[in-house]
């Protein structure tokens, strides 16, 4: 009896689950994966942060943009190069380095001419391509979408994403790959027009961490977490103030109405 039950349980969730994938376009429904910064209390785990936005910089940026991204937004606080000697991110060693490895377009200078310098804090992200028409010309006619608020903007956030990037195998005998597309059976349709980007060992971290491509994932979707919400631990904390000031009003309140109603006979 409890087995038929269960068994009936079972099927129903499958069901569900089997309905539910057939609404998202076949997509296979996220992994479920645990975040350091996931619930009411959770934090970015700072080293991963860190690592992702390698991640990011050596891999992902020469295919996507990071339009709403600042060099000095790395520093501040709560970032990844947060630091308390340079509260002021414009001043931060790491930051400026950063920011310097790249060359930015300025200008007009006074004969009218624009001119490239070496990037500071305050520049925008430098985006691979110079337009749309560009980056899909480079992949195949398919757009490689910005990055800065990607979490958000899909449904499942960072699980879709860490499934995503740890997604790819081998496609069914029955898929109809296009040239230059890839079997991912958590992208809508199956068929993504991006290659896998991370593979074993592409980057080199300098913790030791090893960078296995599960690895690489979480970190580069960790970063991407922050940067869609780099306020998330500041909204976090005033939540846990407000509950705490709730909880305390709450006391207040009885003790007030007990105060009240002392000489009352119920
Ligand atoms: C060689 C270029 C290239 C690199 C490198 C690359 N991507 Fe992409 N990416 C693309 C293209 C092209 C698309 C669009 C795919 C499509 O629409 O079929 C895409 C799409 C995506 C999407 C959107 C998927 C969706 O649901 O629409 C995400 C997220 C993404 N990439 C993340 C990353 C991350 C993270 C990295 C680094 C680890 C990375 N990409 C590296 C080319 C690239």
Known sequence: MMMTRIFAAALAAAGLTAAASALEGDAHAPKDHEWHHEGPFGTFDRQAVQRGFQVFQEVCASCHSMDLLRFRNLGQRGGPFESEEYPNPNDNPVVMQIAAGYQIEDGPNDDGDMFMRDGLPSDAWPAPFDNE??????????????????????????????????????????????????????????????????????????????????????????????????????????????????????????????????????
Request: without cysteine.
């Open 133 to 266: 028409q560009q980056a899909r010309a480079s992949n195949g006619g398919a757009y490689p979408p910005d990055l800065t608020l990607i979490v958000k903007a899909r449904s499942g956030g960072a699980d879709y994403l860490y499934s995503l990037l740890t997604g790819y195998t081998d496609p069914p005998e029955d898929s109809h790959l296009a040239p230059g597309q890839y079997y991912n059976e958590y992208f809508e349709g199956g068929a993504i027009a991006m290659a896998p980007p991370l593979v074993e060992g592409i980057v080199t971290y300098d913790d030791g961490t090893e960078a296995t491509v599960e690895q690489m994932a979480e970190d580069v979707v960790t970063f991407l977490t922050w940067a869609g919400d780099p306020h998330m631990e500041a909204r976090k904390q005033m939540g846990v103030m407000v509950l705490i000031y709730l909880f305390i009003f709450a006391i207040l309140v009885y003790l007030a109405y007990r105060q009240v109603w002392k000489n009352v006979k119920h």
